[in-house]
């Protein structure tokens, strides 16, 4: 006997219960090339090229290329992308080192982006079997996939040696109308809401969603909020009167130079503005002083002079050595230097940068490639000080290079009284490349994170003074000596951002491998009884 037709409201009900698609899996070949463009479409978004919707072009590009993927084969479309982005995003690291070290980051954390398109391959597949509504496919599926992209991210800057946390989605938008987003929840909040906006609009594309607009009420929502929310205001204090100086010295690693090259460019630059009136404090930049002046008497004149001058503090950064220590150590440092007091306190860089200011494990990469691992023959210990400075009265925040791209060292300033952070780096061995455009996109997003001005002084350049609203108010131009005298906003008050730190990313990571274990085990028990062959992968694996 054969069974009766449906009635009408079941086949409504069951419509409503599972959703259509009209997006079907792309062929492999397809998705490697979709996959592939992805990764170079998504690094226009970011600083040089600056376009930002292109970083949402791309992330739609990655994730559309792994619906319907088995694991392996979406390993392999992640691991494209990955490739075609980081090639392209980090190519200023072979301009002196040449391609090994270009290469074996960009495929170290391609690999990474390899091992969370798995997962997020997974979440397509066990999401839908796990609930089969319309409405968790709009909400929680994209929920569930921004999730484990932001856990991609945190991994892949944690780990190993700390972490390379460079390239996260967040940090394209540095100048769009999304970047105030990051003073409620943070880097991995806004790279969380970008993604969960592209994979909405997907799964919105993919029910026919312009059928009943109401489906599109959940992603619209996201972003409408994403956009009009404004930055948490803090609370102005005052305004501290910053010099800072560009000295364009001889201050790349491979530069041709004499000892006292680079201090003497600093200087040449500083004497216009020791005249000025009513200086505050003075900043040299990173690698601003070749020479210790708590080892040199006459480099400890210099600054005695220009503290004495202009009646403030000079904030200079040399290598200091640990002569006390059980073995010889050396430190990236910044000293806050006054007359007649000398050093009265320092600040030791938190991340030195591995394989560029030491060398870990060094016995198993001098086996590899002893020609590059020799070039570094001394390495920097990371420091332990608090990143702040007392500038008689007024807390200063800081940061040098590399250390910008770590929460931890930014919230622990705020969270210690930062009222300005004072920032600085040296570009000099990238020259001519996109790495410090993209580095001063960080510096942008910290400012508007944190509710503070930031000053980010470069040897080099492009140094910029900039608000706590992300708005730019004094510059350097590249690869010219010259210096600032700033009037910079002093604020208070902590942002929720810097009040959550790092419970945002752990909350989105562990809910995200929490929902796709859920998905997983629910949609198991689901497809228990039969299990059909469409139930495979496209690309002919199981979904596993």
């Known amino acids: 006997m054969s069974a009766a037709p449906p009635r009408p409201d079941d086949a409504a009900s069951v419509r409503a219960r599972v959703p259509s698609r009209t997006l079907l899996p792309l062929p492999l070949w397809a998705a490697l090339l979709v996959s592939a463009l992805g990764g170079f479409v998504y690094d226009l978004g970011f600083p040089g090229a600056s376009v930002w919707p292109l970083a949402f072009v791309g992330i739609a590009m990655a994730l559309v290329s792994l619906i319907g993927r088995s694991s392996w084969a979406a390993f392999h479309v992640g691991l494209v992308f990955g490739l075609a982005f980081y090639l392209t995003h980090v190519s200023w690291t072979s301009l002196y080192l040449g391609p090994i070290p270009w290469l074996a980051l960009s495929i170290l954390e391609s690999l990474f982006v390899a091992g969370g398109a798995v997962l997020i391959a997974l979440a397509y597949r066990w999401m839908p079997r796990a609930t089969r509504s319309r409405w968790s496919q709009l909400v929680l599926l994209p929920l569930l996939v921004a999730g484990l992209w932001v856990l991609r991210e945190t991994a892949s800057g944690t ?12 940090l394209s938008q540095s100048e769009s109308p999304f970047a105030d987003v990051v003073s409620w929840v943070g880097f991995s909040g806004l790279s969380f809401v970008m993604v ?25 929502a996201l972003l409408v909020v994403a956009i009009v929310v404004p930055s948490w205001q803090t609370s102005p204090t005052g305004k ?10 001889p201050s790349g690693y491979f530069d041709e130079r004499s000892q006292g090259d680079v201090l003497a460019a600093q ?17 040299w930049p990173e690698g601003g002083s070749d020479i210790d002046p708590t080892r040199s008497a006459d480099a400890a004149r210099v600054f ?5 001058r202009l009646d403030a503090p000079v904030i200079l950064n040399t290598v200091t050595i640990d002569e006390e220590a059980d073995e010889e150590r050396f430190y990236n440092t910044s000293l806050l230097w006054k007359a007649g007091e000398g050093a009265v306190d320092r600040y030791s860089k938190r991340y030195p940068v591995p394989f560029g200011e030491y060398i870990p494990d060094r016995w198993f990469y001098e086996a590899i490639v002893p020609e590059l691992t020799g070039l570094v023959q001394r390495g920097y210990s990371p420091g332990t000080e608090p990143p702040v400075f007392d500038l008689d009265g007024t807390v200063a925040g800081l940061a040098i290079c590399f250390d910008v791209i770590y929460d931890g060292v930014i919230w622990e300033g705020a969270r210690d009284g930062a009222e300005v952070y004072l920032l600085q780096t040296n570009n000099a061995d990238f020259r001519g490349t996109d790495e410090n455009q993209q580095q001063l996109a960080i510096a942008r997003l910290r400012a508007i994170e944190t509710g503070r001005s930031v000053v980010n002084i470069s040897t080099v350049g492009t140094s910029q003074v900039i608000d706590p609203s992300g708005r730019t108010i004094d510059s350097l131009p590249a690869y010219e000596a010259g210096a600032m005298v700033t ?15 790092g419970v945002i990313p752990t909350l989105i990571g562990f809910g995200a491998l929490a929902g796709l274990v859920a998905a997983g085990v629910r949609g198991g028990m689901r497809n228990a009884p039969r299990r059909s062959g469409s139930e495979r992968g496209v690309d002919g694996g199981t979904a596993t």
Request: hydrophobic share 45%.
């Open 196 to 220: 969960a906006i592209v994979a909405g609009v997907i799964e919105w594309v993919r029910i026919r969603g312009w059928r009943d607009l109401r489906t599109g009420i959940p992603v619209a």
């Open 487 to 501: 009037d910079v906003e002093l604020r208070t008050g902590i942002t929720p951002s810097v009040a959550l730190g």
């Open 304 to 308: 005695d002079d220009l503290s004495e």
């Open 267 to 283: 200087l040449d630059a500083t004497e216009p503005i020791l005249d000025e009136p009513g200086v505050d404090v003075l900043l």
């Open 159 to 170: 780990l190993p040696y700390t972490g390379f946390p460079w390239g996260r989605a967040a």
């Open 240 to 249: 501290l009167r910053v010099a800072s100086v560009q000295g364009n010295g």
